[in-house]
């Protein structure tokens, strides 16, 4: 039994937002929008391309966790969106690796540079496999939002990825101080 009274559109709560961030996706599908739906379906990821709608910084795990202070998915997320005020990003757990949605332009700035092999600015001409807005729960895909999607271009802001890339590199420099130690 339903909690809820449906929206005015007769969808449920949520799912007018989740169809706005789905479409505002598709626009930026490799292929098409209907292989990028049909590999959402199947795989739960479709291949996006960078640049025309957003970029991308590729934070490690290692990274992020430091940063967190914590490994376990619901509290990082947690964490995440908290120090990323809110803006889009997911992970990967196969290849370890989070994913900040960033304006376009952003991925090709010179200030990621300084961050490798931690933090890669993703820029025009780099392919994302970005999963389906719908997967928001980190025990279902491999790939999934580590902050529900609350509307269409909720990007990360660049300051607020720096500065979590920063405080991230600096707990892991002085963990592997106390073990040189």
């Not at 479409?23 to 490799?30: C, V």
């Not at 739906?37 to 992020?64: E, M, N």
């Not at 092999?117 to 807005?133: E, M, N, T, Y």
């Amino acid at each position: 039994m339903r909690d809820h009274a449906p929206t005015p559109t007769g969808l449920e709560p949520g799912e007018e937002t989740e169809i706005a961030v789905r479409d505002w996706l598709l626009a930026a599908a490799a292929e098409s929008e209907e292989v990028a739906c049909r590999d959402w379906k199947q795989c739960g990821v479709a291949l996006l391309r960078c640049g025309s709608l957003f970029c991308s910084v590729r934070i490690s795990a290692q990274l992020v966790h430091a940063a967190a202070g914590a490994t376990e998915p619901n509290e990082v997320d947690a964490y995440l969106a908290r120090a990323l005020l809110g803006g889009l990003v997911f992970t990967d757990r196969t290849c370890s690796r989070y994913y900040a949605l960033v304006r376009r332009g952003v991925g090709d700035e010179h200030r990621w540079k300084a961050h490798d092999p931690h933090a890669v600015g993703l820029s025009a001409g780099s392919f994302l496999g970005v999963p389906d807005p719908a997967c928001i729960y980190p025990y279902d895909r491999a790939s999934y939002w580590c902050v529900p999607v609350k509307g269409p271009s909720t990007l990360c802001t660049p300051s607020a990825v720096e500065q979590l890339i920063v405080h991230g590199r600096f707990l892991l420099a002085a963990e592997d101080r106390r073990a040189d130690a």
